[in-house]
């Protein structure tokens, strides 16, 4: 079973594994992109421009973040969606296709780490696959993979996060 995030860049990712095993790509608005006051803004083209003072009150909590949904409730909603895959699916593979910021969210709450970070950590680059292994419901492994990795030495912007582009 493959489910995506609704957003366009999600589903474009998820559509070439949907065609190698002949199955359709269902959507769960629970895999979207994590909502924050910076939307539409091209701050990998500026970064300076958060040092605005205008922007000052947006930053009164880096742990929560306040400009944005909290990390607990990323967490939150990742996590539900999947549990239902491993309830719906059990003994058998599901492909959730997300965005950086709620990928990132799971897998710390999974490794038990604090959910504040500083986003340039993120190991979660452009088309990267984070693996999560259950024996029943037990969380055996995490695993990490960049198949696209030489695609993203050649990436003009890949921001924020840590991979092998070029420019980061």
């Not at 719906?88 to 799971?106: D, E, F, M, Y």
Request: some cysteine; charged content about 20%; proline content about 7%.
């Amino acid at each position: 079973k493959i489910i995506s995030s609704p957003l366009l860049r999600a589903r474009q990712t998820a559509e070439p594994s949907a065609k190698a095993y002949n199955v359709e790509v269902e959507t769960d608005a629970r895999l979207i992109e994590s909502g924050n006051l910076f939307e539409g803004m091209r701050i990998n083209q500026n970064r300076w421009m958060l040092a605005h003072p205008k922007f000052w009150k947006w930053y009164t909590n880096p742990f929560r973040p306040s400009w944005g949904e909290p990390y607990v409730d990323i967490a939150d909603r990742m996590m539900k969606v999947v549990k239902q895959a491993q309830n719906t699916n059990a003994g058998s593979q599901t492909l959730l296709v997300s965005h950086q910021l709620p990928i990132w969210c799971l897998r710390r709450y999974l490794e038990k780490k604090h959910l504040a970070h500083l986003p340039g950590n993120r190991n979660c680059a452009l088309a990267s696959v984070t693996t999560l292994t259950f024996q029943k419901n037990t969380l055996i492994s995490i695993k990490y993979w960049e198949p696209a990795a030489p695609l993203l030495m050649m990436a003009r912007d890949v921001t924020p996060g840590t991979s092998d582009a070029t420019i980061n």
